[in-house]
């Protein structure tokens, strides 16, 4: 099964690219800038990564994100990540930035994307992976800093395919960004959010409804509301389900509890992702490992999980029929 898995043409759509910082990494860049980090090792790094919910894996990524300055470290930082991607077999990936992360440190916001789209571009020239890229809105900071980071994207629309919401998703609900959202749209981009990970089902509606998004990151606690459920599976509205996130972060006890394969059964378009991949203990093949470790499954059902990310991707029509 691991050999299949590991040989499965995958499609990864719900991937923070600060959240694959290796503690490895971190330490070369923390030396090559000169940024003082409280760790002693990469292994006392890989030891703080205990976490009780979202806020405390927030606290300590936004922190380890500190020691990326240069266009360097974020090529760095993407590059790493589309080999791993090669190892396993992800052909298209689309990855979220926090642009606040960086620009609230006195970071340009042209040093962030140019770092990452010159890997993306070696990327497709050199290990042919495609991607797109999509700009997260962190939703603990204002409305106002919001439309500051739209402004900002603006000389690199045609780099940035959607932009996205993610951070604390308690006390901060869509409808705080339903204007950012508005114009975001109005300029031409797609929009997608984080909602019903910790949030409650009405979150989801309310993305849909206020965000007008193409998909839902995460999206788990839709099974609250049958009506939902229902709607979802009726629309194909794709979720961007992130099974060892939720596990570390205590969304679920284990993944025997996890609801992904419920949801797939029920008809919902769900994809399986790996969202921060260095805090959370996997990458994609490690991720569908360990929903079939923990479920009875079959390897149509395994593909299916590929085939609806095709389908949820923003790839060209015209291509997605080839991949499938
Ligand atoms: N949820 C919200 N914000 C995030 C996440 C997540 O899983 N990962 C990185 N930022
Ligand atoms: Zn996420």
Redesign the pocket.
Known sequence: MKDFIQGLPKVEL?L?I??TLEPELMFELAQRNKVNIPFSSPQAVRDAYQFHN?QS??DI?YQGANVLITEQDFFDLTWAYLLRCREDNVIHTEI?F?PQTHTERGIAFETVINGITRALDQAQSQLDISSQLIM?FL?HLDEEAAFETLEQAMPFKDKIIAVGL????LGHPPEKFARVFQSAREAGFLTVA?AG??GPAQNILDAIYMLGISRI??GVRCVENTELVRQLAESQMPLTV?PL?NIK?KVFDNMEQHNIVDLLETGLCVTINS??PA?FGGYMTDNFVAVVDAHPISHQQIAQFSLNAIEASFIENTQKVTLS
């Open positions: 719900h923070h600060e959240g979202l894996f927030l990524y979220f926090d997260c939703r993610d951070s604390s998703e984080h990970e910790e990151d995460h992130c996130s972060l969202d921060d805090y």
